[in-house]
């Protein structure tokens, strides 16, 4: 923010249920009195909400950091979204709260890919109190083992799985599940990619150029060093398939 125009803001609704309180993001709680890692829960307008740590979770560094609007980051609530690589559930606890909320009132979909089966453990518990979240246990690349449970093409899919080949596994998905002119999330670690000797920049740089020749625009390459280093988070749309 430039010197002259800087003012106290109070929070800002990102969605009906996120919000930004100065550099602070909150997702109103789906399921009121529980946290799900240990995140504070604090009340605004009489809601519960939980904070969403930008050190556990890409996406919610990445909003803090886009140069663009914060907001161009996150679906419609009540839309279907393709997440590989949902960990422990920290990011995938965040969304399911936007684009599902308590009990599912917005009727979103929210299908969550892991391949570990303790994160699968975790994220099975979860869904049993947060309807909308539908757990898979599988291999990204493996479409056809759990492809049936998304039968219609989506307009979002979100990777972060942090192994070689990040990004073919993550055009190859598109390909497969998004819906040209679907927005499509990929979290880069560029330590997990084969190193080429040429450097960080170098490697973020092949990264981009690869996906714009594979049919994508790059909205955005959004830097994520302080919250994740050594990460990038690419905001892209899917032009054809
Ligand atoms: C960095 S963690 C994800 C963290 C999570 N996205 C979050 O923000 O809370 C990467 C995850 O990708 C999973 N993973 C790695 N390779 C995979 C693959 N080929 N298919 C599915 N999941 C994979 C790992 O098991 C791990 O849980």
Redesign the pocket.
């Known amino acids: 923010m430039g010197g002259g125009r800087q003012r106290r803001r109070g929070p800002r609704d990102l969605s009906p249920t996120v919000i930004l309180d100065r550099r602070t993001l909150w997702t109103q709680n789906a399921v009121p009195g529980q946290a799900v890692y240990g995140e504070s829960l604090r009340k605004f307008s009489g809601r519960e909400h939980r904070r969403w740590d930008p050190t556990r979770?890409?996406?919610g560094a990445a909003m803090l950091r886009t140069r663009d609007d914060p907001a161009d980051l996150l679906p419609e609530p009540g839309t279907s979204l393709l997440y590989?690589?949902?960990?422990?559930?920290?990011?995938?606890s965040h969304l399911h709260d936007h684009l599902c909320g308590q009990g599912n009132r917005f009727g979103g979909r929210l299908v969550a890919?892991?391949?570990?089966p303790r994160?699968l453990r975790e994220l099975t518990h979860m869904a049993a109190s947060r309807p909308g979240l539908v757990p898979v246990l599988?291999?990204?690349?493996q479409h056809s083992a759990w492809g049936i449970l998304v039968p219609r093409k989506v307009d979002w899919l979100f990777q972060?799985?942090?192994?070689a080949g990040q990004v073919d596994m993550f055009v190859a998905a598109c390909r497969r599940f998004l819906n040209v002119g679907g927005q499509g999330l990929l979290s880069l670690k560029a330590a997990s990619e084969r190193w080429t000797g040429e450097g960080e920049a170098a490697l973020f740089a092949g990264v981009e150029e690869q996906l714009v020749a594979a049919g994508f625009e790059v909205v955005e390459s959004i830097e994520l060093t302080g919250y994740e280093d050594n990460h990038r988070l690419y905001h892209v749309t899917m032009k054809e398939a």
Do not use: E, F, N, P
């Open positions: 979770s890409k996406l590989l690589g949902a960990g422990h559930g920290t990011s995938i890919v892991d391949l570990a994160c599988g291999d990204a690349r972060d799985v942090a192994q």
